[in-house]
């Protein structure tokens, strides 16, 4: 039988972004904190972390954020940026503020452009970021690109080689399978995640890429009827669905 583990009440929410213990401990004097419908007063005491505790224990009435080990897919808009720092839009304002000051943190797995938009990850669960990322995986990533120039027939088996050179690299791109839809339209499956490698492909076979969006990662979609801005929590089986 596996030990339920076990963790302080002022440090399980602290780590969840609700504010510093003391910040918790002020919550729960005030009654703002219950579990099974009971007040807790004392956050002092240790409760058992079962993956059920989001749905039993309440802050202000509202359920308590997902623990730790979540999966977000975002449908990444045009405009915001894979960053925890930069200047402008950032992914992560799109998500509940409480959630940037979780620990550990939310960061995305792997990053898109900020001119690139579709499905992006996030995550708390930095052995699955990494299983998810690692070249050695070999997970397919899958761009719907739009094209300035019309495809002249040659890129497929150029990018099926896998011995395209990228300007600047001392490494050949592994193979890639290209999809054609129309003259300026295509599919574009790749196994790595080199800076800004989509439009570099294209730029290496004399073209240049006017639109950009990730339908798939590994077996798993961007659903059609989130919308750009909206997002998602992942369940075990989608979560499985990337290593399909
Ligand atoms: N390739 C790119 O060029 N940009 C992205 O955002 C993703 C893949």
Redesign the pocket.
């Known amino acids: 039988m596996t030990k339920v583990p076990t963790c302080r009440i002022d440090k399980l929410l602290a780590s969840m972004g609700y504010g510093s213990r003391n910040d918790v401990a002020r919550l729960a004097r005030t009654g703002r904190i219950s579990c099974d419908a009971v007040k807790i007063f004392d956050v002092t005491k240790r409760i058992p972390v079962t993956p059920d505790l989001p749905t039993r224990m309440q802050v202000d009435g509202t359920a308590l954020d997902p623990l730790s080990g979540m999966v977000i897919l975002l449908h990444k808009p045009l405009g915001m940026t894979c960053s925890h720092k930069e200047d402008g839009a950032l992914v992560y304002d799109i998500l509940p503020d409480r959630w940037k000051r979780r620990n550990p943190a939310v960061s995305t797995v792997g ?3 900020k001119q ?1 938009s579709g499905l992006l990850l996030l995550t708390d669960d930095g052995d699955l970021l990494h299983r998810i990322i690692s070249p050695k995986r070999h997970i397919k ?1 899958t ?1 719907r690109v739009q094209l300035a120039r019309p495809l002249d027939g040659t890129e497929a088996d150029l990018f099926a080689a896998g011995d395209l050179m990228l300007h600047g690299e001392d490494k050949p791109l592994a193979a890639a399978a290209l999809d054609v839809i129309s003259d300026t339209e295509a599919l574009l499956s790749v196994t790595e ?1 080199r800076y ?5 492909m294209f730029a290496a076979a004399g073209n240049h ?1 006017t639109a ?1 969006h ?1 339908e798939r990662l590994g077996g798993l979609s961007l659903p059609e009827d989130l919308a750009p801005g909206q997002w998602t929590l992942l369940s075990h089986d989608e979560i499985a669905l990337i290593f399909q």
């Open positions: 990053r898109l452009d690139t990533k761009y995640g800004h490698q989509v439009r570099r890429v950009l990730r």
